[in-house]
């Protein structure tokens, strides 16, 4: 099994910026695609930014204001992926996950953190 951990959501004015973070329980190795989605109530969950491989794919909505990172070289039983947002808009309220689809051993299995809140707001 593979936890994922986020934190780093909150309240932010229009215009402002948040650093989430996630943290995986395995390396990085044993990871194939990681990344962040988003869903608000009532709605189907969407593409924000992932890693494939040290390919970063990113939803329209969020081209040239969001960017995701990961850091792969702390720690050989962890693995991290960032999403720095910036210029935030009302819009990108949401409740954001942490997904990835697992490597060698897990490979096939998708796992999914418990969700932060982004709350956009004046």
């Known amino acids: 099994q593979v936890q994922l951990v986020e934190s780093g959501g909150g309240l932010v004015q229009p215009g402002g910026s948040l650093r989430l973070s996630c943290t995986a329980s395995?390396?990085?190795?044993?990871?194939?695609?990681m990344g962040w989605y988003r869903q608000a109530p009532g709605k189907e969950r969407e593409l924000v930014a992932l890693?494939?491989?040290?390919?970063?794919?990113?939803?329209?909505s969020v081209k040239g204001r969001f960017t995701i990172s990961k850091d792969n070289g702390r720690d050989d039983a962890k693995s991290w992926v960032y999403l720095q947002m910036n210029n935030l808009v009302p819009e990108d309220t949401d409740l954001y996950y942490c997904?990835?689809?697992?490597?060698?051993?897990?490979?096939?299995?998708?796992?999914w953190g418990q969700g932060t809140q982004v709350t956009v707001s004046s």
């Open positions: 395995v390396s990085a190795v044993n990871i194939a695609v």
């Open positions: 997904e990835s689809e697992g490597s060698r051993r897990f490979r096939g299995r998708h796992f």
């Open positions: 890693f494939t491989g040290d390919v970063a794919e990113y939803a329209e």
